[in-house]
T-cell receptor, first 111, second 113 residues
Framework: LAKTTQPISMDSYEGQEVNITCSHNNIATNDYITWYQQFPSQGPRFIIQGYKTKVTNEVASLFIPADRKSSTLSLPRVSLSDTAVYYCLVGLDNYGQNFVFGPGTRLSVLP | KAGVTQTPRYLIKTRGQQVTLSCSPISGHRSVSWYQQTPGQGLQFLFEYFSETQRNKGNFPGRFSGRQFSNSRSEMNVSTLELGDSALYLC????????????FGEGSWLTVV
């Protein structure tokens, strides 16, 4: 299973774009990259998933370079409600679910 | 489509007791996995079930067990509770194939006193 490395914490201001990068040097050919958002006392919420290049949905974009050894979650124009912990997840094994979560990135959005 | 439902949301147990937590996956999902989250250890994988069979297991003692029923609903049980078992227990479901997304429930808060 690919181990991931993310910054422990980040600060931003309302209205700014936030980019959180995750390193996953041992990513396997079949691995997908998934990002989750978690608020205190709640379960992680799916944000976005990708395999290569760029994926965009209504809340975020995910950029994956050609070597797939890293990925960047981009949150456009963050608001105070985006303050949360963000987890990068890599490594569905052949049996489906055996995620190893890293410590995540604690994003603090300031007014 | 209803999300992953976990019951109960909050419970308090005494050391030495046992507890059973329940999880109803998203309709059509056959894979259910369980996680323990504590401030000190973060999110840790407990085990995963697919079509009533345990496919993967994390590094937890035998006091932690689970099962899955034919309707994909799952339960996890913790016996002989210890103070350190106090945590948020999260259930997640997916269709179970490669590349699919797992979706989490809101969790069950267990406090052991």
């Amino acid at each position: 299973l690919a181990k991931t490395t993310q910054p422990i914490s980040m600060d931003s201001y309302e209205g700014q774009e936030v980019n959180i990068t995750c390193s996953h040097n041992n990513i396997a050919t079949n691995d997908y990259i998934t990002w989750y958002q978690q608020f205190p006392s709640q379960g992680p919420r799916f944000i976005i998933q990708g395999y290569k290049t760029k994926v965009t949905n209504e809340v975020a974009s995910l950029f994956i370079p050609a070597d797939r050894k890293s990925s960047t979650l981009s949150l456009p124009r963050v608001s105070l409600s985006d303050t949360a912990v963000y987890y990068c997840l890599v490594g569905l094994d052949n049996y489906g679910q055996n995620f190893v979560f890293g410590p995540g990135t604690r994003l603090s959005v300031l007014p | 489509k209803a999300g992953v439902t976990q019951t109960p949301r909050y419970l308090i147990k005494t050391r030495g007791q046992q507890v059973t937590l329940s999880c109803s996956p998203i309709s059509g999902h056959r894979s259910v996995s369980w996680y323990q989250q504590t401030p000190g250890q973060g999110l840790q994988f407990l085990f995963e079930y697919f079509s009533e069979t345990q496919r993967n297991k994390g590094n937890f003692p035998g006091r932690f067990s689970g099962r899955q029923f034919s309707n994909s609903r799952s339960e996890m049980n913790v016996s002989t509770l210890e103070l350190g078992d106090s945590a948020l227990y999260l259930c997640a479901s997916s269709s179970g194939g490669a590349g699919n997304t797992i979706y989490f429930g809101e969790g069950s808060w267990l406090t052991v006193v």
